[in-house]
């Protein structure tokens, strides 16, 4: 069965540097999204993309976060300046359409020091 | 502001029934309901999705009232692998009036021998 894949799991970073978290959805789906989850919280929205472009974002989703969709493959969400409570965990989640279920995958946990 | 309304935590035993219900006002009229299971660090699992009136599929059924305000998730006989945290996933309309995919706070389901 066809997986959403990320990278790193872990990434340790100290506050201040740039962070880029790494996904490659599933191959024919159209529709991709970053969530977080701090620990013990309920998962929050960040941002989706959809024909090369985002086409809704949340409030969590300031000008320290971009998305990038460089190649037919991977999608990326970079942090420019970390700070603490960016500590998470981080979901990439694609879907094929509109209304069909979005596919998440295993999370980068991110710690920033 | 709109929001879901899930309750916290559940207890069970095996071969029980289990039905969670989230409440979501505001939902977008053109969306789907969707709920998902979460084990720990683990990515959000796609359990079933709905529009209205009652779907289900080989896991579970989901019930939608006419107008949409809630929904119910119903997992027959729950083993102990039911442990979990389960999830409802809507489209809420946000602070600066555009529909983002809102997540409830989650309902920790344990399940006992």
């Known amino acids: 069965e066809p997986e959403v894949t990320q990278t790193p799991s872990h990434q340790v970073t100290q506050m201040g540097q740039e962070v880029i978290l790494r996904c490659v959805p599933i191959s024919n789906h159209l529709y991709f999204y970053w969530y977080r989850q701090i620990l013990g919280q309920k998962v929050e929205f960040l941002v989706s993309f959809y024909n090369n472009e985002i086409s809704e974002k949340s409030e969590i989703f300031d000008d320290q976060f971009s998305v990038e969709r460089p190649d037919g493959s991977n999608f990326t969400l970079k942090i420019r300046s970390t700070k603490l409570e960016d500590s998470a965990m981080y979901f990439c989640?694609?879907?094929?359409?509109?209304?069909?279920?979005?596919?998440f995958g295993p999370g980068t946990r991110l710690t920033v020091t | 502001l709109a929001k879901t309304t899930q309750p916290i935590s559940m207890d069970s035993y095996e071969g029980q029934e289990v039905n969670i219900t989230c409440s979501h006002n505001?939902?977008?009229?053109?969306?789907?309901i969707t709920w998902y299971q979460q084990f720990p660090s683990q990515g959000p699992r796609f359990i079933i999705q709905g529009y209205k009136t009652k779907v289900t599929n080989e896991v579970a059924s989901l019930f939608i009232p006419a107008d949409r305000k809630s929904s119910t998730l119903s997992l027959p006989r729950v083993s102990l692998s039911d442990t979990a945290v389960y999830y409802c996933l809507v489209a809420l309309r946000a602070s600066g009036g555009s529909y983002i995919p809102t997540f409830g706070r989650g309902t920790s389901l344990i399940v006992h021998p």
């Open positions: 989640a694609s879907r094929a359409q509109v209304n069909y279920e979005q596919y």
């Open positions: 505001n939902i977008a009229t053109n969306d789907y």
